[in-house]
Nanobody, 110 residues
């Protein structure tokens, strides 16, 4: 099976930065689509960014990157705002099946 373990969440002041990490274990393929979602209280889970293969991609204030050698996906979050407060989930999609991490809390508050 695939296991996704997230880390890096915490409390940060508005305008600050956080770097989330998602370490994937098991049989990981480059064709697997990995990404980050977030869910705030009372709201549906929403997509933050996805990445198919290695490299990085800028998505607004966030940058998603994937290190295939380490089977790790990162989410660099800059210029954080209070509305970014949510539980952030790492995901891996293989076909129609989606694996989820346990989520890590990100709180942006002064």
């Amino acid at each position: 099976q695939v296991q996704l373990v997230e880390s890096g969440g915490g409390l940060v002041q508005p305008g600050g930065s956080l770097r989330l990490s998602c370490a994937a274990s098991g049989s990981i393929f480059r064709s697997d689509v990995m990404g980050w979602y977030r869910q705030a209280p009372g709201k549906q889970r929403e997509l933050v960014a996805t990445i198919l293969s290695g490299g990085s991609s800028v998505k607004g204030r966030f940058t998603i990157s994937r290190d295939n050698a380490k089977n790790t996906v990162y989410l660099q979050m800059n210029s954080l705002k209070p509305e970014d407060t949510a539980v952030y989930y790492c995901s891996l999609r293989r076909g129609t099946y989606v694996y989820w991490g346990q989520g890590t809390q990100v709180t942006v508050s002064s």
